[in-house]
């Protein structure tokens, strides 16, 4: 069975960092690309970064570009976003999500049960 | 970027009736479509991908459909655990966009 564990979230002020990490296992993680995808509660779904199987290939989307960082630890199993100069419009649940690809071709089959990020003073 | 658009963006309808969802994307997207399916205080599901073919364990009263621009899920017979807010995201070029989703109530 396949398992996205996030963990990381909290609340933290303006400017702060917070880095995010997802556990994974139930399959061969190093087969597949990964994504952060974001929730502001109530609200749609935006993707925010993603990386090729052998972190080769990393984008991210226009709105964290220069303070986001995503990476992985293929030997470890584990996704990670580091996220710097924090604003309160990044509040929002983030979800570690399996792609089907191993390059990223941004169809989603799995999902994590999301961590919470709150941005504020 | 390719935008995407849905509609109707609710729908009340009762267990048993045919419900139908559109998304419309702003440039032709092929066939990289997808759609998901989000319960409250959950993660996003998928039910389908490449427009029309299902995700192993979703049921087969869902159908997708579609191609270019203009893309259908049909739910061809509600059942109680359909009640959610279904997302179509297209995944055929940089960034991948969602639609703003589409909340399927009880009537």
């Known amino acids: 069975e396949v398992q996205l564990v996030e963990s990381g979230g909290g609340s933290v002020q303006p400017g702060r960092s917070l880095r995010l990490s997802c556990a994974a296992s139930?399959?061969?993680?190093?087969?597949?690309?990964m994504h952060w995808v974001r929730q502001v509660p109530g609200e749609g779904l935006e993707w925010v970064s993603g990386?090729?199987?052998?972190?080769?290939?990393?984008d991210y989307a226009d709105s964290v570009k220069g303070r986001f960082t995503i990476s992985r630890d293929n030997a470890n199993n584990s996704l990670y976003l580091q996220m710097n100069s924090l604003r309160p419009e990044d509040t929002a649940f983030y979800y570690c999500?399996?792609?089907?690809?191993?390059?990223?071709?941004?169809?989603?089959?799995?999902w994590g049960q999301g961590t919470l990020v709150t941005v504020s003073s | 970027d390719v935008q995407m658009t849905q509609s109707p963006s609710s729908v009340s309808a009762s267990v048993g009736d045919r419900v139908t969802i559109t998304c419309r994307a702003s440039q032709d997207i092929r066939g990289w479509l997808a759609w998901y399916q989000q319960k409250p205080g959950k993660a996003p599901k998928l039910l389908i991908y490449a427009a029309s073919t299902l995700q192993s364990g979703v049921p087969s009263r869902f159908s997708g459909s579609g191609s270019g621009t203009d893309f259908t899920l049909i739910i061809s017979s509600l059942q109680p655990e359909d009640f959610a807010t279904y997302y179509c995201?297209?995944?055929?070029?940089?960034?991948?966009?969602f639609g703003p989703g589409t909340k399927v109530d009880i009537k």
């Open positions: 990386i090729s199987w052998n972190s080769g290939n990393i």
């Open positions: 995201q297209q995944a055929n070029s940089f960034p991948p966009l």
């Open positions: 999500v399996k792609d089907m690809d191993d390059f990223g071709d941004y169809r989603f089959d799995y």
């Open positions: 139930g399959f061969t993680f190093d087969d597949f690309a």
